[in-house]
């Protein structure tokens, strides 16, 4: 069948379950996926074989070298005069004010001026991007000058922060299509694009890894253990997550959190949960593969999302699969798949009042009702979020796209 590329910025990496779990299913339908990622992820995220495997047979369009780079540049000026002036003048345009603004197109003009050159090596039939970043605007123009159809899957929420920075509307227009993961999300790329690209805008739901579908589900346990699995950013709402573990404390409440994650955040939450004096009630994991972050959502009460923005966390679902009940903070589309009082509790984002009483709620429910909840959260993710037929409709649209 089809050759596919698949390119992100950083692939590899344990939070790109979603993704990995999509290559999976269409290699297993029969199409070659070659994969790159713009630079090498950290060490740190190499968790898993099945991660590590992924990262080994990735290409790194950085770490080819600044010789390489600019060769391609060099021989593509050349070799496709017309090709690379249109690149050229592509990336111009997306550029934004300030020098900056203007300097990044041209390192991405660069930068895909090499993949432009491995993808034909390979023999790719079509390139698909996730994320609508910096990836996103190097498969635009790799494009552009290699004549190879681009598709991309825009997560959110940060590419509907800042839009025309990104160039969002113009990296639509250019794709033969674009997906989105959620209802929520397509309605904000259909506010960023124009009205007559709306109709090659899909929404396909991001799917269950392969260790989380269909799962034996287990009854919740009588344990104080909540989790949260997140990379440790500004928007994932941890500091108010930690004082409300603290007010619980203080409170008399018996409470455990289990912080699977990293990232840049991790010494404030560490300054965070020192000034709370939260030490004893939560525990900070790391990186975890997908088979321990099981084990760790099996052995807990249920599962917290105190996130500000977000497009349609795979941790969510993966939770609400193993028949946890959730809390979650009611942005971007986590009502699509939560309803509250049914699956858990949904709050207001940012309220550390609102996010403390929902928690204590789910400490003082019955397991009986805590399970109930989590029973009916994993009917509705398994029937909504079933990877075999997202990449069978993705499949499709790859198919249709040459």
């Not at 297993?28 to 992820?41: K, Y």
Request: glycine share 8%; charged share 20%; aromatic share 6%.
């Amino acid at each position: 069948m089809m050759t596919i590329a698949y390119l992100t910025s950083q692939y590899g990496r344990a939070g790109d379950t979603f993704i990995r779990g999509e290559v999976e299913h269409l290699r297993i339908l029969g199409f070659a996926v070659e994969t790159f990622s713009v630079r090498a992820p950290s060490e740190r995220e190499l968790v898993s074989d099945v991660i590590l495997r992924e990262r080994r047979a990735t290409e790194d369009i950085l770490g080819a070298g600044l010789f390489s780079l600019i060769g391609s540049a060099l021989l593509l000026a050349i070799s496709r005069p017309k090709r690379f002036g249109k690149a050229t003048n592509l990336a111009i345009r997306i550029g934004y004010p300030g020098f900056r603004g203007r300097l990044w197109p041209m390192a991405y003009l660069v930068e895909a001026c090499l993949l432009a050159r491995r993808m034909q090596a390979k023999g790719v039939d079509h390139l698909h991007n996730h994320l609508g970043q910096n990836s996103a605007a190097v498969a635009m123009l790799a494009s552009v000058l290699s004549g190879i159809p681009y598709s991309l899957t825009i997560h959110g929420p940060s590419e509907f922060d800042t839009p025309l920075t990104l160039a969002l509307k113009e990296k639509i227009a250019q794709s033969r299509f674009t997906v989105a993961i959620s209802d929520f999300g397509r309605s904000q790329l259909m506010r960023w694009s124009a009205a007559k690209h709306w109709p090659k805008i899909y929404v396909i739901r991001c799917g269950l890894p392969s260790d989380f579908e269909l799962p034996t589900a287990t009854a919740v346990p009588d344990v104080p253990r909540i989790v949260y699995v997140a990379r440790f950013v500004e928007e994932k709402g941890h500091l108010v997550l930690i004082a409300a573990i603290a007010r619980l404390a203080k409170a008399g409440k018996n409470v455990e959190l289990c912080l699977v994650g990293d990232g840049p955040l991790r010494t404030v939450i560490e300054m965070a949960i020192a000034q709370n004096n939260a030490e004893q009630y939560i525990k900070l994991l790391g990186w975890k593969s997908s088979k321990d972050v099981l084990q760790i959502i099996e052995s807990s009460r249920g599962f917290v999302l105190p996130s500000f923005a977000e497009g349609l966390p795979v941790s969510l679902m993966e939770a609400m699969a193993l028949a946890r009940p959730v809390v979650g903070t009611n942005v971007g589309a986590v009502s699509e798949l939560v309803e509250n009082g049914r699956h858990g509790w949904l709050v207001p984002a940012g309220s550390v009042e609102s996010l403390t009483a929902a928690i204590g709620e789910m400490l003082d429910a019955p397991v009986e009702v805590l399970t109930k909840m989590g029973s009916e959260g994993s009917k509705r993710v398994i029937e909504r979020h079933n990877a075999r037929l997202g990449a069978q409709r993705l499949a499709s649209l790859f198919m249709g796209s040459v």
